[in-house]
């Protein structure tokens, strides 16, 4: 446990460097930053707006502007400041890289609640910590750090509750964070889905139990598999390998996933609609939902969109910054992409699929009573769930969707890549070994390589073309 805390400690300073280095070098509104940093503003000054998604991820934006400008002497200029542009960028930009540095120490939690390996959750935390797509967001004030850490507290939340005696206490804290995850934005609700998406497969596993065939010829080898997750590995012909979920009663789960997080959703509505009266509750939900299926899906609407099935494959980043600044004899450029570590995300795509088949070929042998190892059923089955959760129903949008829609599900990816990753590493097989180290190696060398495009540090034209590897990602 004490490696696992100091390597989180190393991960949490090495984010919050990289997060808070140069914030406030582009002293203007970056992307998005003109409508949601205004929000957060606006919050302060009580001036009413319109906006196109849930209000908690803006309250959070207030929140980090208030305590700024109470506690970091920037009162002055706050009381005089008419629009959130006149203030310095570092107000409204820090909470975000705070709570962003905190997301690869939340992973590696939810990975180490899920496997009680130390290795696996640190492997998991440096992944998340490596990729370039969570950095930009971090450093900027935009609302998707807040969706994805209030998803993870809820997986974690509910993890807890699958071992622990006040299991209601957990899924009530849970739910509630779920339901917090959906007042960032509606696509918050992909880690409530996933969740269904478990409890459901258990249950159909549940119910299969009956149609299983015997086998006694198994007996005889129970015996002779070694240890793998927690240091032991659970075989069982009869059990259900999900089946703590099916403890948790129907009703029980109705009220913690459907009930609670309604009504923390419209709860966290409550200060919004104070401030803003044009709309009551519901009306508001039909401004939003006619807003969203007005919006086109062309590049001519937006010239980053991208279609959801090239996400994974990081085909379309978002330029959020460029700047080319001439010096004579050589142009200056400084550029900010919402841009993920391409080697991190092509291995975890690959290791998705992977664990997928591994999760098919682990069904089949249970349905066929043959040992399985039920810990590692379980682990398949929570990324595999949420990732699905997470990105299909983008398949569904028709509006113009971005590459940073596919973050949620992108962590998952690259808990799968972990997971393999571990495995190697604890393999006696050197060659296994050397693989584990190369996939870590590699990823890092290539987040070390983009960085200056996640940072804004300038380039020359020539080496910022370098990094440029295909003609979409202009």
């Not at 129970?222 to 009703?251: H, M, R, V, Y």
């Not at 949008?397 to 992108?410: E, L």
Request: hydrophobic residues 50%; charged residues 15%; contains cysteine.
């Amino acid at each position: 446990m004490k490696k696992l805390w100091l390597g989180m400690l190393g991960v949490f300073i090495g984010s919050a460097a990289l997060r808070f280095w140069g914030l406030n070098r582009f002293d203007t509104l970056v992307f998005d930053e003109v409508y949601f940093a205004k929000y957060g503003f606006s919050y302060l000054k009580q001036i009413p707006f319109f906006d196109v998604h849930p209000p908690f991820g803006k309250y959070f934006l207030a929140l980090g502007i208030w305590i700024n400008i109470h506690f970091f002497g920037s009162q002055s200029s706050f009381i005089a400041a008419t629009d959130v542009a006149q203030l310095d960028a570092f107000a409204y930009r820090w909470f975000n890289a705070f709570v962003g540095s905190l997301i690869p120490l939340l992973v590696g939690a939810v990975a180490y609640q899920l496997t009680k390996r130390t290795r696996y959750a640190l492997l998991a935390s440096l992944f998340v910590a490596a990729d370039g797509l969570l950095l930009v967001e971090s450093r900027y004030s935009l609302i998707n750090v807040y969706l994805i850490t209030f998803g993870f507290l809820g997986i974690w939340c509910f993890l807890k509750a699958l071992e622990s005696p006040r299991q209601q206490v957990w899924l009530l804290a849970s739910g509630a964070c779920l339901g917090g995850c959906a007042s960032v934005k509606w696509n918050g609700l992909g880690f409530l889905l996933g969740i269904y998406l478990l409890y459901g497969l258990a249950w159909l596993l549940e119910t299969l139990q009956g149609w299983r065939r015997s086998s006694r010829a198994l007996d005889s080898i129970e015996n002779e598999i070694k240890t793998a997750i927690s240091g032991k590995i659970t075989i069982d012909k009869n059990k259900n390998p999900l089946q703590n979920l099916t403890k948790i009663e129907f009703l029980e789960f109705g009220f913690n996933f459907s009930i609670v997080p309604f009504w923390v959703y419209r709860l966290l509505w409550i200060p919004h609609l104070k401030l803003n009266t044009n709309f009551t509750f519901i009306e508001m939900q039909r401004q939003i939902l006619g807003y969203h299926e007005s919006i086109g899906n062309t590049a001519n609407d937006h010239p980053y969109c991208s279609a959801w099935l090239s996400w994974p494959l990081m085909l379309r980043p978002v330029g959020y910054y460029f700047e080319a600044i001439d010096r004579g004899r050589e142009t200056i450029v400084f550029d900010v992409h919402a841009f993920g570590n391409p080697i991190l995300w092509w291995l975890s795509t690959v290791a998705v699929f992977v664990l997928l088949g591994q999760l098919l070929k682990s069904a089949i042998d249970w349905f066929s009573n043959r040992p399985i190892y039920r810990g590692f059923f379980f682990v398949q089955s929570l990324i595999l769930s949420q990732y699905i959760a997470n990105f299909l129903p983008w398949a569904k949008v028709s509006r113009c969707t971005y590459i940073y829609h596919y973050m949620a599900a992108s962590i998952f990816s690259f808990m799968a890549l972990a997971w393999f990753v571990e495995g190697w590493l604890s393999r006696r097989s050197m060659p296994f070994r050397l693989l584990g180290i190369a996939t870590i190696s590699i990823v890092w060398v290539a987040f070390s390589y983009w960085m200056p495009i996640y940072l804004g540090l300038p380039l020359s034209r020539e080496a910022f073309d370098a990094r440029m590897w295909f003609r979409s990602w202009y």
